[in-house]
């Protein structure tokens, strides 16, 4: 029973990650914070934070190798 806890709490946390990206398949983009904006050195000025093109989302992680996975199943069939 203890052994096979692991296992359980990793595929409950696998599952509600999937469950997440499938709500909501945009993150807020790290380097920006999601703002969509990021300050000089010295904090006066912004500008656009190019990781994100302004948007301040980002793809998930799982999203993003789902999209991978159709695209190359799509080319294998036609």
Do not use: K, W
Request: charged share 25%; net charge positive; with cysteine.
């Amino acid at each position: 029973m203890i052994a096979s806890a692991p296992c359980v709490i990793l595929t409950v946390l696998t599952l509600g990650y999937l469950a997440r990206c499938a709500a909501d398949p945009f993150g807020p983009c790290r380097r920006c914070r999601g703002t969509g904006r990021l300050r000089t050195i010295t904090g006066r000025r912004t500008s656009p934070c190019p990781r994100c093109d302004a948007t301040g989302r980002r793809i998930r992680l799982a999203v993003h190798v789902f999209n991978r996975i159709q695209d190359e199943h799509r080319r294998g069939n036609r």
